[in-house]
């Protein structure tokens, strides 16, 4: 996937010269998103008690997203990156035969305060640097879980921490370009599972922390 997403990016950085954002422009962009979580785990624990040899690791996913930056100064904007993300949650160590063993959606609104270097120019580099609250939704115990654990609940901590960007826009036309964007988002969560079956009450601390790959088009207004 991030090998596909570099063949836009070369192709984004010959296209033609446009009009810069300046103070007071709003720039709106839809992108495509790869969310590449590094994820790790604590080892799982059954009423506070830990499971030696076990963990979690978190898969990635493929989304559409829209953002909204608004140009304060020239040089400055804040940007806000809306969308939301489905991903598996699969086992490991002593329990990776389970395979997947939670699904769930996460929202998780960053906001973002960039410094654009080149406001004036056809190649217009930022930098940005944030916050992240992530909203965990519609979480699900798998049938393999169930199958070990009985029919099971599980809930999802909210998570805080901080973003961090680089990207580009290039110009199409005097309103139109393309963007590229790379995120590191800090995301982390404790994960509790109330089981029906004889493990009690299950948790595990997730670190998620997604580096995320996003290639679009925008528009300033």
């Given at each position: ?6 063949i ?6 010959v ?34 008690a ?25 040089n ?59 909203l ?6 798998t049938?393999?879980f ?20 680089l ?53 300033r207004?």
């Open positions: 996937m991030k090998r596909m997403l570099m836009p990016v070369l192709l984004s950085l296209a033609l010269t446009t009009t810069p954002a300046m103070a007071g422009d709003w720039l709106i962009r839809v992108r495509a998103l790869s969310i590449d979580p590094d994820s790790s785990s604590s080892t799982l624990r059954s009423d506070g830990s499971i030696p040899d076990t963990g979690v690791s978190v898969e990635d996913d493929q989304i559409p997203e829209l953002d909204i930056t608004y140009m304060m100064r020239p400055w904007g804040l940007e806000l990156v809306l969308g939301t993300s489905q991903h598996d949650v699969i086992a490991e160590g002593a329990l990776a035969g389970l395979g997947k063993v939670v699904d769930a959606r996460a929202l998780p609104p960053t906001l973002t305060l960039q410094y654009h270097f080149n406001p004036e120019g056809k190649f217009r580099p930022y930098i940005g640097a944030g916050i992240n609250f992530t965990f939704y519609d979480e699900k115990t049938s393999s169930n199958a070990v654990a009985g029919n099971s609940d599980v809930d999802l901590d909210e998570s805080v921490g901080l973003a961090g960007q990207g580009f826009d290039v110009g199409i036309n005097e309103s139109w370009f393309v963007n590229f964007d790379i995120k590191y988002i800090q995301i982390d969560t404790t994960a509790t599972i109330t089981t029906a079956g004889g493990l009690g009450t299950v948790e595990v601390d997730v670190d998620i922390n997604p580096f995320v790959y996003g290639f679009g088009i925008g528009r207004f």
